[in-house]
């Protein structure tokens, strides 16, 4: 058992104008950003820095004479393609940081074709510079996947799956302090969960009857800020601050924006999220109560096959603590595997451990 901080971050670091208390609201302000936006590949050569007027900025001009304000983002990006420190770039006034810029960008290494993501302004002629990545980088653009989150689960308010409620509890509105819908012009983060349709679970701990609720993150970026990520998991239940309580993860697919990216997306994601939104409530729970009735005879060997002895010995000890007896079944390996992997400071390793874990229950429902 774990919980589950992403959301609360979201949650508690996101400006009022990134957040949005259905898909549909989420779906039209991001509808508008792509129409204002487009992409193209120019050689680095033909980027230019120049500092603004004042001296306080630094606007980013193209081969067309028409300069970009970068984003903080797009500007850190800028930085690394020339090979000097954005941070620290940041730091010097702005006539000398665009020398740095451009030295990099057109002299001290071979010019390099860049991928660079536009918007013009709502109502003005101004350019916001969004994105500089490498040549061959796969957008998924994250209207795409709001609409398919919509296509596939509703408004995010009405159906199963909805912004997930208070301990439990339905939230009577959702507002902007309490959702778990978010973008802005560098990602989006979507939480939805069913708590209606809840799972039951016999003897899940110390004999007793238990409840969980299904759940999933979806996070994108199409500025190259991260990949495109789906995890889905089971839960007890959402803090006020977001926080998701007594997680068992399941299953993470993660698609990054390379060439093949878009292409990916309709063949894998998509798909995945059709399936889960038709999976029935009474489905997951046969293959948790398979996994409780499935009886290790050789736990050591079967927890050793997957994540090896030493962290077999560990994952037991977890198991001990917190359930107060022995690994006896699949599921409790879930468990067990599940409480090691908070130890786990990194996340890729802890994302990819977790991912081994799930797939003990994905063998049971094959």
Not at 70 to 95: D, E, I, M, V
Not at 136 to 147: A, T
Not at 155 to 176: H, K, M, N
Request: hydrophobic share 40%.
């Amino acid at each position: 058992m774990s919980e589950l901080i992403q959301a609360s971050r979201q949650w508690s670091t996101r400006p009022p104008e990134e957040r949005f208390t259905s898909l549909p609201a989420m779906r039209e302000k991001l509808e508008e950003l792509r129409a204002y936006s487009s992409a193209k590949v120019i050689s680095s050569r033909q980027l230019s820095a120049i500092p603004t007027a004042d001296n306080r900025g630094i606007v980013i001009e193209g081969p067309n004479g028409r300069a970009a304000a970068p984003t903080n983002w797009a500007f850190g990006q800028l930085a690394n393609l020339s090979g000097a420190p954005g941070a620290y770039l940041r730091t010097l006034p702005a006539p000398l940081a665009a020398d740095c810029l451009n030295y990099g960008l057109r002299v001290e290494r071979d010019a390099i074709d860049t991928g660079v993501l536009l918007t013009r302004r709502p109502g003005t002629s101004e350019l916001e510079l969004r994105a500089a990545t490498g040549p061959r980088y796969g957008r998924i653009w994250n209207v795409d996947v709001v609409r398919a989150l919509e296509d596939r689960f509703g408004d995010g308010v009405t159906g199963d799956f909805r912004v997930p409620g208070e301990f439990g509890r339905e939230l009577s509105q959702i507002t902007t302090a309490n959702t778990t819908l978010f973008a802005g012009d560098r990602d989006m983060f979507v939480f939805l969960a069913d708590e209606k349709n809840r799972i039951e679970l016999p003897n899940r701990r110390d004999g007793k009857t238990g409840e969980l609720a299904r759940g999933f993150f979806v996070t994108n970026s199409e500025t190259g800020a991260g990949a495109l990520k789906i995890k889905t998991f089971l839960f007890d239940y959402v803090c006020a601050n977001r926080i998701v309580w007594g997680a068992h993860e399941l299953e993470e697919i993660s698609i990054r924006h390379t060439a093949s990216a878009p292409d990916r997306f309709i063949e894998e994601a998509a798909p995945a999220l059709l399936e889960y939104s038709r999976a029935s409530a009474s489905n997951v729970s046969d293959i948790l109560r398979t996994a409780q009735a499935s009886k290790l005879e050789k736990v050591d060997a079967f927890l050793a096959s997957r994540f090896g002895p030493r962290v077999a010995d560990r994952i037991k000890t977890v198991h001990m603590a917190e359930e107060g007896r022995p690994i006896e079944s699949a599921w409790d390996a879930v468990t067990g595997a599940t409480a090691y992997a908070r130890s786990i400071p990194w996340t890729s390793e802890r994302v990819e451990f977790e991912a081994t874990a799930g797939a003990i229950l994905e063998d049971l429902a094959a």
